[in-house]
């Protein structure tokens, strides 16, 4: 997973998995959430800064009950994130040698 698009598949993936998401929930809505999560990341926000935009996200964007299932998401998608930047520089190296 190397472009954002994928990166922000995946981070969908993680979200409706870590999420019960009500059925009324537009997939654009979503989409949107999980393309800013992707961005802060990549900036390299900090987590708790990441943490303090899902939880609002959660309940006050997205009308879901509080818990912590935002804070497996932000882990999860921090993953993702950074293992998609490894790929990337790998495949950089890689290409670089040959």
């Not at 993936?13 to 870590?18: A, F, S």
């Not at 987590?47 to 998401?73: H, K, M």
Request: glycine share 6%.
């Amino acid at each position: 997973m190397t472009d954002d698009k994928s990166l922000n598949d995946g981070i969908l993936v993680i979200m409706r998995q870590c999420w019960d998401l009500h059925s009324h929930l537009k997939d654009g809505d979503l989409k949107k959430y999980a393309d800013g999560l992707r961005k802060r990341i990549q900036f390299g926000v900090s987590n708790d800064a990441l943490d303090s935009y899902l939880s609002d996200v959660q309940p006050n964007r997205l009308e879901i009950p509080w818990t912590r299932a935002y804070r497996e998401i932000v882990d999860q998608s921090i993953a993702l994130v950074k293992s998609s930047a490894r790929a990337k520089v790998s495949g950089l190296a890689f290409s670089s040698t040959a």
